[in-house]
Structures are given as structure tokens and as C-alpha cells.
């Protein structure tokens, strides 16, 4: 995926309220714009650091910056939360993600499950149905290693349990997951910040849910899928129940 304008360089000042932040310029001024990642961003919201951000012209939006991409760990990390579909589309298209390159049909956010939609649905008249769900990447806390998720997520336990209940049914299930940075070659689920999401995690594996990760190359002028990663997955003792209601991050 390209950038349709070049991304403007600044320093991020702060980062609030989960949709906003504040940062100079190169020349000095001093700008309010819209953050696309209502998430945590652990690790990603120093004062200081350098951020690149693209600019809209439309009259509807509030703010002319948006943020894109934050240094950090000495990498540059992909923060927009709107872009791991398109480029989970592109990744597949590369044969990057499995046989999923093989199916005849593409369709975009397809009702399923408990009042969900699925990112992807591939469907084919030889292999039936693939349902794929995407999740955006872009924790790290040592070398090589990026971690999902950063904060507790019910939402994410729930889409793997409407994983499973797909693979019961007699379908195929996805978990794929999009890190875009550029320093990792291994992803583990971070049990210790969300163990709930961790055991939903080994329960989607058990039932026969298929996990991959894919690397992204992040820089101001694209970010564009590099290759599969590992899936370091956890091991659990018990995965006979349900997961838990996990506790919701609060602002």
C-alpha cells in the first residue's frame, strides 16, 4: 500500500483522549490531529517522538493530520488501525498467508457468528469457505518479538471463539495477524497483559482454528506486507471451558 502524498514528518508532544494528539512540525507549529488507533499504543506515545503523518484536504474532517507512523525501538511502526485489512488482502494476493491465494472469491466484512462481521471471506467451489479474521500488531517489549495484544480484549476473545464455532461447523478459520513493524520475525500471545485472550487464543487452536503472522515494511512512502512470521503459541493446561469475560481497558 502506497501513500497517496508524501507523509509529513513532526514530534509528537502528546497523544489523548485515544483519538488525538499534539506535535510540531518541522517548521515549528504547532498542530492538533486525529489518531486512528482507539488502542492502548503501548510503548508508541513518548513525548519526543518522531511521527510522520499524512494530510486531508476535505472540508468534513476537523483536523488536517492524521498519524501514521511512530518511531520507536529504533523502527518505524505502523499505528493506523484502518489499514490491516487492505493490506491482509494484499498479503493473501502474494501467497504470503498459506493457500489462501487460492480461492476463487474475496468479500469484505460478511455478517457471521453472535452479530459480528468477519474483515474477510473467501470462498471457492472446491475448498468452501474461509473466514478471516485480521488483527493490527504493533507491540514490542525485546528483539525480534512483537506481541498481541497490548491491553485486554474482550472483543478479540469473542472473535475467536465465532473462529471455532466456524471450524465446528465445517468451515475454515483464520486468525491473522499484521505487524507492521519492520524488526520482528516471531509473534507470541502476550498472556500477561491479557491472560483471558491467551486461553481464548489456545482454545481457537485446539478446535482448529489456523493462526499466521505476516511482517510488514514500514516506511513514510508505503507499508507493504514482507513475509510470514512465526506464531510462538502458548501452551495452557486446561482449554475444556468457555474463556472468561475478560476486563475491558478503561480510559
Not at 509528537?12 to 488507533?37: E, H, M, V, W
Not at 468479500?107 to 478471516?132: F, H, M, T, W
Request: charged letters at 25%.
Amino acid at each position: 500500500m502506497n501513500f497517496s502524498r508524501p507523509l509529513v514528518q513532526a514530534t509528537l508532544l502528546q497523544r489523548y483522549k485515544r483519538f488525538l494528539f499534539d506535535a510540531d512540525l518541522a517548521d515549528g507549529t504547532r498542530i492538533t490531529g486525529s489518531c486512528p488507533n482507539t488502542g492502548s499504543m503501548r510503548g508508541l506515545t513518548s513525548p519526543g517522538s518522531a511521527i510522520w503523518l499524512s494530510e486531508h484536504d476535505s472540508p468534513t474532517r476537523k483536523y488536517r493530520h492524521m498519524l501514521e507512523i511512530v518511531e520507536a525501538d529504533g523502527t518505524l511502526v505502523g499505528i493506523n488501525t484502518g489499514l490491516p485489512n487492505r493490506l491482509a488482502e494484499e498479503a493473501i494476493a502474494a501467497g504470503l498467508v498459506s493457500d489462501l491465494h487460492t480461492y476463487e472469491t474475496l468479500r469484505r466484512e460478511q455478517r457471521y457468528g453472535r452479530n459480528s462481521r468477519i474483515d474477510l471471506l473467501l470462498s471457492d467451489p472446491a475448498k468452501g469457505l474461509a473466514y478471516v479474521e485480521v488483527k493490527n500488531v504493533h507491540f514490542s517489549r525485546a528483539a525480534a518479538l512483537a506481541e498481541f495484544p497490548d491491553s485486554p480484549t474482550e472483543r478479540g476473545a469473542k472473535h475467536l471463539e465465532e473462529l471455532g464455532d466456524m471450524v465446528e461447523a465445517g468451515h475454515r478459520a483464520i486468525m491473522l495477524y499484521l505487524v507492521q513493524r519492520n524488526d520482528c520475525g516471531v509473534l507470541r500471545i502476550c498472556r500477561d497483559l491479557d491472560p483471558v485472550y491467551a486461553r481464548a487464543f489456545e482454545r481457537a487452536a485446539q478446535r482448529g482454528v489456523e493462526a499466521y503472522a505476516i511482517r510488514c515494511s514500514v516506511s513514510p512512502l508505503e507499508i507493504v506486507p514482507a513475509g510470514a512470521m512465526i506464531v510462538d503459541e502458548p501452551v495452557h493446561a486446561d482449554l475444556r471451558k468457555p474463556p472468561e469475560t475478560s476486563k475491558v481497558l478503561e480510559w
